[in-house]
């Protein structure tokens, strides 16, 4: 799913970087960012919650940062606003094959508010995980339960917005009804690829 106006984006999203700020701010703290690192960030939008949140959180040796993007709007709009020698915005669908030249590229993957909106879940985390290089790391903030969907698909069944709704569960994140998400609204992965073919969840 697709968001193609980057600068109404850019005006709506002051929780998402509020919420990417704190759980930045605690990895930092808890976990060591590697030196001359190369970072991703999936589903980086309008650019600016990579280049004015999670820039300023690593250190100043890191190398590189790639942001990844469905939306040729978006990378364009990041590229010319964002774009740094140090920042760089590239169009990809994280649910379709990763580009060889992306494969065990980064230290560090990052993912704000993006995964919740992708159906191929097992996909998407294969491709972050094959993205990282052995013994990288990775902070994913994923929108769980949300109450704002219940008042959706309550909406739809309703004859007034029964049309404009009738997609809605395109729009709710997979993670809304499971039991073991049940009690959350925002949930944070810490992982460390292993090297095993496997996550090593450090913290959530």
Not at 43 to 61: I, M, N, R, Y
Not at 89 to 104: C, N, S
Not at 165 to 184: A, C, E, G, N, T
Request: net charge negative; proline share 2%; aromatic share 12%.
């Amino acid at each position: 799913m697709e968001m193609d106006y980057p600068q109404l984006y850019r005006q709506v999203a002051f929780l998402p970087k509020r919420d990417a700020n704190i759980a930045l701010r605690e990895f930092s703290i808890n976990h060591k960012w590697r030196e001359n690192a190369f970072i991703v960030d999936f589903g980086s939008g309008d650019g600016s919650t990579t280049a004015t949140v999670l820039e300023k959180h690593l250190p100043v040796c890191y190398n590189k940062i790639i942001g990844c993007d469905i939306s040729a709007k978006m990378v364009e709009y990041a590229n010319e606003n964002y774009g740094t020698n140090k920042i760089e915005f590239i169009e990809w669908d994280i649910t379709q094959e990763i580009p060889q030249h992306l494969r065990g590229a980064f230290d560090h993957a990052f993912s704000s508010y993006t995964l919740q909106r992708i159906k191929q879940q097992k996909h998407a985390f294969s491709n972050i995980y094959d993205s990282l290089k052995e013994g990288g790391s990775c902070l994913l903030l994923i929108l769980g339960r949300y109450l704002v969907y219940d008042i959706f698909r309550s909406l739809s069944r309703t004859k007034k917005w029964a049309e404009d709704l009738k997609d809605v569960d395109i729009f709710i994140s997979p993670y809304h009804d499971s039991q073991i998400w049940s009690r959350l609204s925002i949930h944070s992965v810490f992982s460390i690829r292993d090297g095993t073919d496997s996550w090593q969840i450090i913290s959530s």
